[in-house]
């Protein structure tokens, strides 16, 4: 089975890099925000780590001993560094500030489809008061379907644009509830259980 614990050294690795890189909230970019919410997110039901290292304590208890080894080091960096600057992030306004593209896009194609329905809308109800057999009523046909085309074709724009805007937001959901105080605690918990696995790997040294 897969190494959880070195899963988790790598993603740590990776959040440790992005945290001691920024030194200003200036510097801070979504996508470093994304990173940490979702190591957090992925992370943070601990009774699942825990079954995953049960299972490979019996397959391979010598290298989950070794594995521990190396997720220590990562854990007592992230203790290490200066998280003064997380802790000022806004996490909820990265976030909307984020979204505020993807909603701008999806309001200018919704207003679009709306005023071309309206349009349409105008022109139909002036075909019904015109004579059918008239120049005028010939070229408004014409117009009023080439509008509804037109109106068609800004509709569907419009449903591409909300369903890409809806996949963002809830991609985003784990940035919006996120605090740099829920990490603090997950990698705590993640301490404990690596003493742990120290503890008892020690033991079986001794043993053998």
């Not at 970019?29 to 995953?52: K, L, W």
């Not at 005023?115 to 004579?131: A, G, P, V």
């Not at 509008?147 to 644009?161: F, N, P, R, S």
């Amino acid at each position: 089975m897969a190494n959880i614990i070195e899963e988790i050294i790598k993603r740590l690795q990776r959040v440790n890099h992005i945290i001691a890189s920024r030194t200003n909230v200036s510097d801070i970019t979504f996508a470093d925000a994304c990173v940490i919410a979702q190591f957090y997110h992925d992370y943070q039901n601990t009774n699942d780590i825990i079954d995953d290292i049960e299972n490979l304590a019996r397959q391979d208890g010598k290298s989950l001993y070794e594995s521990a080894i190396g997720l220590k080091k990562e854990v007592d960096k992230f203790v290490s560094l200066d998280l003064s600057v997380w802790n000022a992030l806004d996490f909820i306004n990265m976030e909307q500030s984020h979204l505020n593209d993807y909603k701008e896009r999806w309001d200018v194609a919704k207003n679009k489809a709306t005023n071309l329905w309206k349009k349409y809308q105008t022109e139909s109800n002036r075909l019904d008061m015109m004579d059918l057999n008239s120049e005028e009523f010939k070229t408004l046909d014409a117009q009023c379907d080439n509008t509804k085309l037109a109106y068609d074709k800004a509709h569907k724009q419009g449903e591409e644009l909300y369903g890409i805007y809806r996949q963002e937001q809830l991609k985003c959901g784990q940035v919006h509830y996120f605090e740099m105080q829920f990490l603090e605690l997950l990698i705590r918990k993640i301490s404990k259980l690596v003493d742990v696995i120290l503890k008892n790997g020690e033991h079986l040294e001794k043993e053998i």
